[in-house]
């Protein structure tokens, strides 16, 4: 299977649900036509570099997913029949790609960051930290 990354922004006028509806609708469309989704990455409102359909703002999402090369085809049909979808680009990674070495798994590390931040809180808190550091910036 092929690896692709699709970016597109949303309309930034839209209802979080109407906003999920479309994030929904896409990855639906990769899994219907025989992809597998490895990652949807929502990075939120951002402000756009220049005005697209005179909007300022978008919703970015970024799209990973396996697929054969008659999938891009669909998913940019789609794309471009959305009225909510301000713009998209859709770029392979690779030719051959194993979709379940590409999904991330869960496991015990997640929890990490988190106690990782609490730590250095408490540390901050107790004046633990090397003090021989200063910031000279």
Known sequence: MRY?????IINPNL?????????AKFTDVVEKNSGVVTKVDEWGKKTLAYDIKKFDKGFY??????????L?????REMGLDD????????KLSDNADPEKLKPEPGPGEAEPVEAVEEA????????????EEDGV
């Open 4 to 8: 692709y990354e699709t970016l597109y």
């Open 15 to 23: 209802a979080d649900e109407d906003y999920r509806a479309v994030v």
């Open 61 to 70: 999402v970024l799209l990973q997913f396996c697929g054969e090369a008659g």
């Open 72 to 76: 891009t085809a669909e998913l940019k």
């Open 84 to 91: 909510r979808v301000l713009k998209y680009q859709t770029i």
């Open 121 to 132: 809180a408490d540390s901050e808190k107790t004046g633990t930290e090397d003090e021989g």
